[in-house]
T-cell receptor, first 113, second 109 residues
Framework: KAGVTQTPRYLIKTRGQQVTLSCSPI?????VSWYQQTPGQGLQFLFE???????NKGNFPGRFSGRQFSNSRSEMNVSTLELGDSALYLC????????????FGNGTRLTVT | DAKTTQPPSMDCAEGRAANLPCNHS???????VYWYRQIHSQGPQYIIH???NNETNEMASLIITEDRKSSTLILPHATLRDTAVYYC??????????FGTGTRLQVFP
């Protein structure tokens, strides 16, 4: 079974631009979570989707948004990029909303210049 | 904030058991203990989780103290590929996982 796939693997953007990251969960998994990882803050929860609905949201500004499609694939968008948004963005999937371990992708490394 | 305390780093000789401690003195009755690890340049990988009883799978064993205030992850025969950051997380089944800073385990030949 294929793992969680995140695209692109690397991305370089300029301040003020926007970016969209994509996540394809493991086949059959319906829950998708997003995390941001930086050297200073570590792994921080962004949001979680299940059946196309946002079920949980972390403490991030409104510039960070996401969505989930009917095939469980998910995208996250960051608008008006700031230098501090440079990070590894990780997507994780699980079969159900609760009670099942998360399976992470290898992330998209975003660099904002 | 993370509800766990872990040593920032540990060393282990290849072939020996790696015992990674975790303190979670404020754990509530229905919170689980999860362990994940993150190898450099990869996403975190689930290892094991438990509620009260000790657990074992093909990767590791999880020993939870009777009062549930601490636990130990045991990698029985560490290899160089076990070098990673290990995260101990306490969470309800219905909550998002909050990662702390973890323990950086270095396995040396």
């Amino acid at each position: 079974k294929a793992g969680v796939t995140q695209t692109p693997r690397y991305l370089i953007k300029t301040r003020g631009q926007q970016v969209t990251l994509s996540c394809s969960p493991i086949s059959g998994h319906r829950s998708v979570s997003w995390y941001q990882q930086t050297p200073g803050q570590g792994l921080q929860f962004l949001f979680e989707y299940f059946s196309e609905t946002q079920r949980n949201k972390g403490n991030f500004p409104g510039r960070f948004s996401g969505r989930q499609f009917s095939n469980s694939r998910s995208e996250m968008n960051v608008s008006t990029l700031e230098l501090g948004d440079s990070a590894l963005y990780l997507c994780a999937s699980s079969p159900v909303l609760w009670g099942s371990p998360l399976h992470f992708g290898n992330g998209t490394r975003l660099t904002v210049t | 904030d993370a509800k766990t305390t872990q040593p920032p780093s540990m060393d282990c000789a290849e072939g020996r058991a790696a015992n990674l401690p975790c303190n979670h003195s404020t754990i509530s009755g229905n919170e689980y203990v999860y362990w994940y690890r993150q190898i450099h340049s990869q996403g975190p990988q689930y290892i094991i989780h438990g509620l009260k009883n000790n657990e074992t799978n093909e990767m590791a064993s999880l020993i939870i103290t009777e009062d549930r205030k601490s636990s130990t992850l045991i990698l029985p025969h560490a290899t160089l590929r076990d070098t990673a950051v290990y995260y101990c997380i306490v969470s309800h089944l219905t909550d998002k996982l909050i990662f702390g800073t973890g323990t950086r385990l270095q396995v040396f030949p």
